[in-house]
């Protein structure tokens, strides 16, 4: 095992994926290649969803967050685990629904949704719009009298929370594009514009705090923020919140460094504090809704490349450079994250040498982790990069054009494309 079950050697010291040796499987589809355990996928699904309903009570939803990992067969296996999902874009929303996945489910999100986005949400029926601001407000609202129906809606409120994690994914923070701040006073004149406005029904609030937490404590104190200000509309308005989306964020074991998560765990421990918290606040329990991402699928996923060239700087450093980098894999560059790499075809032998690996753009940020540890690499070696189901594919860009690598997912020891690989005629279907 090397982070998780999924991972691990067989016995010709190949890394093996949900069994299947990567060797293999690089050989048979090239490189650069997203894989993905099934398994792993779903068993988070479960965990989510079975602990939502056991500490949250029957109606708790989780939703997938589905900008982490987004292609129609995800969209049917959240569909079959019984799952929402959370869309942002009209894209999302477009694959979601050729995937078949019931609209009624869908949370659409997104801090700037446009005229277009909102009327093609409402045309394939989308249960509920996550509201940012007054002026989409209005927008939803007038697009939902045209139509004659009321529109479900939550309200993103910003609680205003440091998760003490990286600035670049914190967003509960009041100075955010996301969503209306309770101390600016925003919050409370959304929520009182919503309840009086026709063609909407206001049922619940949103927040979401960041990612890749790994505390229960920036959690809770969302929960005691948002429970009091269910609590203040409560005694001004009168009016009864009946939904609480608390947002997505638990964090990754990416490497031996980091932490591994107990999920079901941190839901009761949630749960608990929520529960509390509603009773100290004397408001009804309300539904709640998850929104994971991250933790739902980046664990399943592993990316394959060739090594190139190996260039060893004397008294700097050690280059290893692979066939994709920023635009399969843009995190480094964006955020420095953090992964663990291996040589697939050598995996059992000691991780002794140390070098940067680089991809193979025009762009010396373009780099895929920076003082790793690995197996010594030559020309021709597969290096495979692990816990990379999340933020990758959905990231993937076509810079330097390069065509986006195909995934294959992998079920009970067999292997099955569910994207294909990108070919030169795709990256010029546009041209004119
Ligand atoms: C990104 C995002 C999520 C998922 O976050 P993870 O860290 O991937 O769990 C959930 N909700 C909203 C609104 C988001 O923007």
Redesign the pocket.
């Known amino acids: 095992m090397i982070l998780y079950k999924h991972f691990d050697t067989n016995d010709r010291g190949h890394l093996t994926v949900g069994g299947l040796d990567t060797v293999e499987l690089a050989k048979k589809y090239g490189t650069p290649l997203y894989l993905l355990d099934e398994a792993c996928i779903r068993e988070q699904c479960r965990t989510y969803i079975n602990s939502a309903r056991k500490y949250f009570g029957e109606d708790a939803l989780p939703l997938y967050?589905s900008?982490?990992l987004c292609f129609s067969e995800i969209y049917r296996i959240a569909a079959q685990e019984g799952m929402g999902v959370?869309c942002?874009s009209g894209g999302e929303l477009y694959t979601a629904k050729k995937a078949g996945f019931p609209a009624e489910r869908i949370y659409f999100?997104g801090n700037n949704k446009t005229d277009k986005d909102i009327s093609d949400a409402m045309d394939m029926g989308v249960g509920t719009f996550v509201v940012d601001n007054e002026e989409e407000l209005s927008a939803v609202s007038a697009m939902a009298q045209d139509r004659g129906i009321t529109q479900r809606i939550l309200l993103r409120i910003t609680p205003g929370i440091d998760p003490h994690t990286h600035k670049a994914i914190v967003?509960g923070n009041v100075d955010s594009k996301f969503g209306n701040a309770i101390v600016t006073g925003q919050a409370m004149s959304i929520v009182k514009k919503a309840i009086a406005t026709n063609g909407v029904c206001l049922v619940g609030l949103?927040c979401?705090i960041g990612?890749?937490i790994f505390d229960v404590e920036p959690f809770s104190d969302a929960a005691r923020i948002m429970t009091q200000f269910i609590a203040r509309i409560k005694d001004e308005c009168g009016y009864e919140i009946s939904e609480l989306n608390l947002?997505?964020?638990?964090g990754v074991k990416y490497t031996k460094y980091d932490r591994e998560v107990d999920y079901a765990q941190a839901i009761k421990d949630i749960s608990e504090i929520v529960h509390g918290l509603c009773r100290e606040n004397n408001i009804k329990m309300p539904r709640i809704i998850l929104?994971?991402?991250?933790?739902l699928v980046a664990a399943s996923g592993a990316t394959l490349y060739t090594v190139g060239s190996v260039k060893e700087i004397p008294e700097f450093r050690n280059y290893i450079s692979v066939d994709g980098g920023m635009p399969d894999n843009p995190r480094y560059a964006l955020y420095q994250s953090q992964y663990t790499a291996l040589i697939a075809n050598r995996a059992n032998e000691p991780a002794d040498y140390r070098a940067t690996i680089a991809g193979r753009c025009c762009e010396s940020g373009d780099l895929l982790g920076e003082n790793m540890e690995i197996q010594r690499a030559e020309r021709g070696d597969i290096l495979a990069v692990l816990v990379t189901g999340?933020y990758n594919y959905s990231m993937a860009s076509n810079y330097n054009r390069l065509p986006r690598p195909p995934v294959v997912m992998i079920k009970d020891g067999a292997d099955r494309l569910v994207v294909r690989r990108e070919t030169y005629e795709d990256i010029v279907r546009n041209d004119i």
């Open positions: 967050a900008k982490a959370d942002v999100h967003t949103h979401h990612s890749q947002g997505g964020g638990l929104e994971p991402g991250r933790s999340a």
